[in-house]
């Protein structure tokens, strides 16, 4: 009997030890540990943000062995559940792994670039794109606004909704690009369509909106047709690489972190091509403040492919090509917020979502829209809109004051 | 008889087609040439924007050995003389410049990145700031508004006149800071000090500001105690690599472009101690939209030890301390417009100057203050104001607007 009890006690010592060394790893997150014995105990003496219940001793390990993928993995099988508000715990996790990983430069800056060494090709995009965006119109309805605007809002009063955010957003962009009746306007990586028939509707311009997934091209054609937009604006279901149109405005909403680091200068000579002498063209990206590889999680799971750039990696779309740029405007809070309104939308339908697609998909998904307003809230993202115009243009803004004029723009 | 004019003739043609190489070289500009004998003829076949004489048939020579360190050298010293507008004359050749030189990328920028293996040491940047900067206040005093600004204004309105417009780029900074009464700035590389003063005197903040000038901190420490802000507002005679203190808003006008892409890691690394976390810092700096070195004759006359960055080389004073950029405006039609009035200036006192400077000191400036409007003017140069912040800063305005509102900020 006492040395069972004594082994008993070696063993849960063992336990709380390995526990606490992968929370190291981790950066001490103030959050409180459950194990799959009941045990419980916090990590550090500050007040706990939430509880993380490890439900095995297995997925401990995981967690040692790779951070991410360990606790993605984990917390979608349920081998790991977390009590308490999961927001909150998303950003004190991200907080405490930022607070620990705060040195060093040239290392996350090298993995970036060993990153870019596999080019998305046309193939790889189409699939890449098929896993995240062809999961059905249907889901996506189910928490996005009711333009199904799959990128960060701008929220420019205190009391603006999501929704109301989306069209400020879209505003925002199409006052940056001085879009007037009759232009030509490129919109590359169009989503369901909303930016490229809000230009159209408003502001009068003639897009052609290109995507290559097959669900949204559909739901766009048909909300095109619906809203009798559909001789203002062409949806074509292709690569942004055959891209080949002149145009007056060149506008690209969250298709850079598609693209990868690779295809930048490839992404630059199209918009060269493109884009009249006198025209202003907008990129849109999350971003980050220093060179880095993607999350392992967020590639292997939600957007293989994907690269989220430095503001210095992203020159390199622009630099080859001598493009001017204009304005560079950073909205990180504006996108912690769309992210946390998708959670709350999400977080309401959960069941309805659980019941087609399972419960792994449901804590998935719930870990990937919390993970990314904390990486917003956190800084470890950032979200660049990037105004800029072929060299030597003088046909430029003379201020930014346009932008913030009351009903700038549109009709 | 016969023989001569065939000489003669046969030299004649000789002239023309070297003259004519040379322009070559430099994208054939809209102008007319004069030579030593009296002949004239035009480069193309357009109206000719202005003439340019060449006194002696070494100064071809010297402009086809190098278009800049030649045209410079004899333009200084009369032997090349142009008839005409000569501003109009330095917009036609840059943009001819432009025009022919618009291709490659990694050629240029190869040559910026050699061009950095001479860094600036402390010693080193006395010099070079002495060399440009202790020409003596008079000298400034006779073409620059009255406030001493010496850094691109920011025209707010159409109207506004350089003197305006220089108050308007101080408070275009300073609501960017958005500076509070009571707030602790550092402003590195400071000039005459206008910057510092009026900081002081019209947002209430306390004022380190640095600058190795002598001259400069002279004209600037007797400005202050006249206008009763010596209590508020220090000038430092000292190097940049010396601040040491803790600050709430870190501002740098005009000094990134004497620092050399060698120490952008080194003031990056010097922002990151002073900075506080939640403090904003902006640098404002003349850049390019591609990497590429600085003109051979501007930096052995005008700049020696200076450099124009790109926006993406301007990110290594940012991204190895994880910095945030929350704005970047690009004001390079306004230094065009500032450099044209300075011109503008300095022609009505080009006699005085030349009284007390001499002839090819004057001539010197005008073609130093006409080609940086004409860079400016064509695209070869920017003007970048990039604001940021430490990583994490949530304290950051939610958006621009307040930039563009009517009295933001000051008292």
Chains 1, 2 share one sequence.
């Not at 040239?106 to 596999?118: E, I």
């Not at 909303?194 to 230009?199: F, G, N, P, S």
């Not at 622009?318 to 405007?329: A, L, M, T």
Request: with cysteine; aromatic share 12%.
């Amino acid at each position: 009997m006492v040395v069972e009890t004594s082994q008993s006690f070696a063993g849960q010592d063992f336990d709380h030890r390995l526990v606490l060394w992968a929370m190291r790893l981790v950066g001490n997150p103030r959050i409180s540990i459950r194990l799959w014995n009941g045990d419980e105990f916090p990590v550090t003496s500050d007040s706990p943000v939430a509880c993380m219940e490890f439900r095995d001793r297995g997925a401990v390990l995981a967690l040692i062995r790779s951070p991410s993928l360990g606790f993605g993995g984990c917390y979608s099988k349920g081998r790991i559940e977390v009590h308490g508000d999961f927001l909150a715990f998303a950003n004190e996790i991200t907080a405490a792994v930022t607070r620990k990983h705060n040195s060093g430069y040239y290392g996350p800056k090298l993995r970036s670039l060993l990153y870019a060494l596999r080019p998305n090709t046309t193939v790889r995009s189409k699939h890449n794109v098929h896993h995240h965006y062809d999961l059905g119109n249907d889901f996506y309805k189910l928490w996005l606004d009711k333009r199904m605007v799959y990128t960060c809002a701008y929220f420019d009063t205190a009391e603006a909704t999501l929704a109301e955010a989306q069209v400020a957003k879209m505003d925002h962009v199409c006052r940056k690009l001085k879009l007037q009746p009759g232009m030509k306007v490129i919109d590359a990586g169009c989503g369901w369509g909303a930016l490229a028939m809000h230009m159209a509707e408003k502001y009068g311009v003639d897009v052609i909106a290109y995507n290559n997934s097959s669900e949204q091209v559909a739901y766009a054609r048909e909300e095109a047709t619906e809203r009798r937009l559909d001789r203002k604006v062409t949806f074509v279901e292709d690569d942004y690489r055959t891209i080949n149109q002149r145009c007056d405005a060149f506008v690209s909403i969250g298709m850079l972190e598609h693209v990868g680091l690779a295809n930048y200068k490839l992404l630059g000579a199209l918009i060269n091509r493109c884009l009249k002498p006198s025209g202003l063209g907008l990129i849109h990206s999350i971003g980050r403040s220093f060179p880095n590889k993607t999350d392992a999680w967020i590639v292997k799971h939600i957007f293989p492919g994907g690269h989220v750039p430095s503001l210095g990696e992203m020159m390199t779309v622009f630099e080859p090509y001598r493009f001017s740029i204009i304005d560079v405007e950073n909205l990180r809070p504006h996108y912690a917020r769309t992210c946390a309104a998708w959670l709350q939308n999400f977080e309401s339908v959960a069941g309805d979502i659980e019941k087609t697609y399972g419960k792994p998909f449901v804590r998935m998904w719930r870990l990937y829209l919390a993970g990314s307003s904390a990486g917003f809230q956190s800084g470890t993202l950032q979200l660049y809109q990037v105004l800029f115009t072929p060299y030597g243009n003088n046909k430029v803004p003379w201020t930014r004051e346009y932008q913030y004029l009351e009903n700038a723009g549109g009709n």
